[in-house]
């Protein structure tokens, strides 16, 4: 753990330097905006002007005739020089290259298509810019992640977490999101961010690798969203959008296996899901001020609805909560700019239960009414940032932001006291709900805590600068934010949950009827995580070469309920060098390469959960009866109580190991971009990431006793009650010796102890991502442009990362992984987002002025499939746990059940064989067409009307099956829906569009 003294030290003398540069030295806001560099006549004057703005800048070119107008809102620019004219096309994130030669061509324009990505040589990145005339052209579902997947090197990540991107073999879990330059991840676990009305993205941009020294905290790429903003025009006009519940084919049915069930019963079951998505906005926006003060405004209303079936259930959702975005430019001159941008996105989901009449199931209809619910997500952003281009050379740029989101608020319903209960004694093991608890609510809150919802506050600053001294471009900035998460703690309705079942569906042998009985209970509290971190780069040109040099330097500090600190990192470095060669001198042929170092704060969900006190329990017996309530009868004891946690807090020193190495990653790129012709470009590049310090929870307490044996102590760390014990998980790097604060004399004083990693038994993490991308494009020309990728990439290693797609567990960096050395067993091969092969195209088409097609393919390998099961205790080893507690875990290690396996459970018989990850093969080829047709009448301008077909070919392919060996730990034969299906793609839909434009 970091000296809070050396912490604070580094923080006070970056700030030092940061003030030093804010008069003497440079900085450029991040995400939010892009830059125009080129070549003319040493000693001429260059000026630029925003066409739409109508803001102008102008400086004198140096001796080594290179100019660079740095920290430009993305948007049309006419640049001049020397009597010559150039219209450019700045778009975020990148540098775009303008030459004036010493020919005449008197008053020459170059304008840009939309849809082109220039060769940009003054950056060292790999990213991929898609502007909202390209975005609303393709056939590509309205949200942010499907955009981001038509980039190369991005693959989408299992549906269980949600519809998130895994960028080069990352998790899904480990990417920033920024809009307008502000951060707006959601690090409570890191798989959402605030989002914001679709129509009012002006442009996205895609980081896939080597990103800057600026950027940090985010392991896989970044997504930076630039809003649409006002300009001298006024322009406003209404949209609709429309996926109606006639325009999709139904989903796939998947029929069980299993012979005792009755024939034709489904194992998952959605034919009869359906939607109807509504969607609607009006916009507008224009000059307050001429050249001065700009609106622009969005308002977007919805009427969506969702129904779902299951067997004897089924469910009715409805959103249709307003969204928006307000955004305000302010020139106060040409070289002092405003901006504020406004969003809120409050949600709630309203959904309404129902319980089919008994005796009927999978009747595809809604039954008798049950109960309604509401469930509360989002919030709103703000954002505040100043520009100021104080001389030709020096910017700089100062940004606050703040943001607060609402995380999956439920309001108490009725039956809130009553346990939970679930009666799966029928022949196909159905969920079937009975007593008086409300399955709308199968936990409940702590209302203690609280009747407000659970929150996430953001609260950040910046200041960048960027100072072009000669041939160097120097960069500098630093930034702080504090992230609070709140949360009420849970527990299960009325404080159990009992389920009942067949002994012999369980234990393979019939003794009658059993109930398995749980609680579980968690705390309350309020989170902070603290990140800073400052940064210093350096773009060097000598003559066609930009050699890039940049160090980041960042802390992460959280903190527990009562906000003392359990984690605090020493100053991390983060090294970036690269290059990038104009070969030609002219930006048509680009050489680069780049190294850098990449760190992952840790997320404030390891708060609540580490620091925090979690305590569940797991008993078996026979079932003797059912109440007339629905309430056990509770018979002899089958498999005694196992208990996981305490409901006493841990002592926050013993929460973390001293020495933790937050999660970092080393990233290795070398390629080439050319332009072909006029009209076409191809690149390449190879890239290779290496996690070099993984960061999880590990609940071994064995081997911690092992360790205290062998030292002449007398302990028992986490079940005696004596002196300070263990709290039930902590948090370590796995497979590396751990520095923590202990009490093994049971005197009631910790003291630091370093305990060899071999007493835990654990591996290191390891995860490494090999690719070769191959991207091409064609700017529009000939009314017709053309872009797509290659990629050819291996993702393997013994962990996924921030998040587990097997059990589709969101705990960032407190996944089950390394909670027990026997989780590891068989976990080294090729990793959930490994797709082996991924080929993308998409492109649009001007058949006349009035009509135009559009199109997007993806055609793409499948994922590794293996075999899950539960750890037999005949396997465990040192630093396992005993029979009870690994009892509470699923089947969701690498043994395998087996009637000839190796290991055999001593209580069960049953035998297991270990696997390896991915032993199974891969999920077939998933092959995608999707289509686009617009309509825009020439006898009423503005109007465009759309249809878009998404999977024209209504492809059904498997994209997952059932891993899981075992239904439960007792059943002693393999699970006859063992690598079963359990998901498709999406089946076929439409999506009408009506726009008008004035």
């Known amino acids: 753990m970091a000296s809070r003294q050396f912490a604070k030290g580094f923080k006070r003398s970056a700030l030092t330097v940061a003030l030093g540069l804010c008069f003497a030295g440079a900085v450029q806001a991040q995400s939010s905006v892009g830059s125009i560099n080129g070549e003319a006549a040493s000693g001429s004057t260059v000026t630029i002007q ?65 849809s082109f990505n220039p060769i940009d040589v003054s950056s060292v990145e790999s990213t991929t810019v898609f502007t909202a005339e390209q975005i609303d052209q393709l056939p590509v579902a309205r949200d942010v992640t499907n955009v981001a997947l038509l980039a190369p090197g991005t693959v989408k990540g299992d549906t269980g977490l949600g519809n998130l991107a895994s960028f080069g073999g990352a998790s899904v879990a480990e990417n920033g999101y920024y809009i307008n330059g502000f951060d707006v991840t959601n690090i409570r676990n890191f798989v959402s961010f605030a989002d914001l009305p679709f129509d009012a993205i002006g442009e996205q941009q895609v980081k896939t690798g080597g990103y800057g020294a600026e950027y940090g905290r985010s392991l896989g790429g970044v997504i930076s969203i630039v809003t649409k903003r006002g300009t001298n025009e006024w322009k406003a006009g209404a949209a609709v959008y429309w996926a109606p ?15 005792a069930s009755t024939p034709g019963t489904p194992f998952q079951y959605r034919s009869d899901d359906s939607s109807d998505i509504l969607q609607y906005n009006v916009y507008g926006g224009g000059p307050l001020i001429k050249d001065k003060l700009f609106f622009f405004g969005l308002v977007q209303g919805q009427d969506r609805t969702y129904d779902f079936y299951n067997a004897t259930t089924s469910e009715h959702r409805e959103y249709d909560d307003p969204s928006g975005l307000i955004k305000i430019d302010w020139n106060l001159t040409d070289n002092h700019v405003f901006e504020l941008t406004g ?103 702590d209302l203690a805590f609280g009747g407000e919802p659970n929150e996430d506050f953001r609260r950040a600053w910046r200041v960048d600068a960027e100072w072009q001294l000669g041939n160097h471009k120097l960069r500098f ?198 332009q072909l012709n006029t009209n076409w470009s191809i690149g390449m ?57 202990l009490d093994p004399t049971n005197s009631g004083t910790l003291q630091e102890y370093t305990v060899a990693a071999s007493y835990l038994g654990l591996p290191e993490y390891q995860r490494t991502y090999q690719a070769v991308e191959f991207f091409w494009e064609r700017a529009k020309s000939d009314n017709w442009y053309l872009q797509g990728s290659y990629t050819y990439a291996k993702s393997k290693g ?33 990793l959930p987002n490994d797709r082996r092969h991924t080929v993308k195209l998409f492109g649009a088409y001007d058949i006349n002025d009035e009509w135009q097609v559009s199109a997007n393919m993806l055609i793409q390998s499948g994922r590794p499939v293996s075999c899950n099961g539960f750890i037999p205790v005949g396997a465990l080893g040192i630093g396992e746990p ?117």
């Open 50 to 114: 925003n066409i739409d703005t109508g803001i102008t800048r102008e400086l004198t070119v140096g001796g080594d005739g290179r100019f660079t107008f740095a920290q430009l809102s993305p948007g049309r620019y006419k640049v001049t020089s020397g009597g010559q004219t150039r219209d450019v096309q700045v778009k975020v994130g990148t540098g775009s290259s303008v030459t004036f030669g010493t020919q005449e061509f008197g008053a020459v324009e170059v304008v840009g298509a939309a």
């Open 245 to 259: 519940e006639w325009g999709q084919e139904s989903g796939k049915d998947v029929i069980t296996r299993d012979p």
């Open 477 to 674: 900035g630093i930034d702080s934010e504090k992230y609070t998460s709140t949360a009420a703690g849970t527990s299960y309705s009325g404080g159990e949950y009992f389920r009942y079942f067949r002994s012999i569906d369980i234990f393979g042998e019939d003794f009658g009827d059993v109930v398995r009985r749980r609680t579980s209970f968690t705390q309350s509290g309020s989170y902070e995580v603290i990140n800073q971190a400052a940064y210093l780069e350096d773009s060097w040109q000598i003559g066609n070469v930009l050699l890039y040099g940049g160090i980041r330097g960042e802390t992460f500090e959280n903190k527990n309920a009562e906000g003392t600190t359990f984690i605090e990192s020493d100053t991390l470095w983060a090294p970036r060098v690269g290059f990038s060669w104009d070969v030609n001198g002219d930006s048509t042929f680009k050489v680069f390469g780049n190294a850098g170092r990449y760190f992952i704060p840790v997320a404030s969900n390891t708060n609540i959960r580490g620091s925090g006190y979690e305590y569940s329990d797991e008993t078996w017996y026979l079932l003797d009866g059912v109440n007339a309530d629905g309430t056990p009868q509770i018979g002899e004891v089958i498999i005694p109580t196992g208990v996981n946690g305490s409901f006493t807090p841990p002592d926050p020193r013993t929460v973390a190991a001293t020495n933790l190495d937050p999660m970092y990653q080393d990233e290795y790129i070398l390629g080439m971009q050319m």
């Open 882 to 998: 005993d029979a009870g507690t690994i009892a509470l875990y699923s089947g969701s290690s690498f043994y395998c059940i087996d009637p000839n396996g190796f290991y055999q459970d001593p209580d069960t018989g049953v035998r297991y064989t270990l696997t390896n990850r991915g032993d199974l093969g891969r999920t077939p080829w998933v092959k995608t067409f999707d289509l686009g047709v617009s309509y825009n009448p020439s006898w009423l301008e503005g109007l465009t009307l759309q249809m878009k077909v998404f999977n024209v070919l209504n492809s059904s392919t498997a994209t997952e099956f059932n891993e899981s060996s075992q239904a439960s730990r007792a059943q002693s034969f393999r699970d006859p829906d063992f690598l079963n299906d359990v998901n498709y793609q999406d089946p076929r839909y439409l999506r009408f569009t009506a726009r008008y434009d004035f």
């Open 798 to 830: 013994n962990v996924e990362g921030y998040v587990n797609s097997t059990l589709e567990q969101d705990d960032a960096g407190a996944t089950q992984d390394f909670d027990f050395a026997a989780f590891q067993e068989g976990s080294y091969g090729y």
């Open 343 to 445: 969003i809120w996105n409050e949600e709630t989901r309203n959904t309404t239960f129902y319980q089919n009449p008994d005796g009927q199931r999978y009747t595809g209809e809604h039954g008798l009414f049950s109960t309604n619910s509401t469930l509360e997500n989002g919030g709103e952003v703000w954002i505040g940032k100043y520009t100021g281009y104080l001389t030709d050379t020096f910017t700089v740029a100062a940004q606050y932001g703040y943001l607060r989101n609402i995380n999956n608020f439920q309001s108490e319903l009725p039956g809130a006291d009553c346990p939970a209960i679930y009666d799966s004694r029928d022949a196909d093991l159905t969920l079937n709900p009975i007593g008086c608890w409300n399955e709308a609510q199968f936990t409940v809150r």
């Open 685 to 741: 590049r190879g890239i290779h990431r290496d996690v070099k310090a993984g960061m999880d929870d590990s609940c071994s307490h064995n081997g911690f006793n092992q360790w205290a044996a062998d030292n002449g102590f007398v302990a028992d760390f986490a079940t005696d009650g004596i002196g300070i014990d263990m709290p039930g998980c902590y948090i370590i790097n796995p497979g590396k010796d751990v520095t923590i604060a």
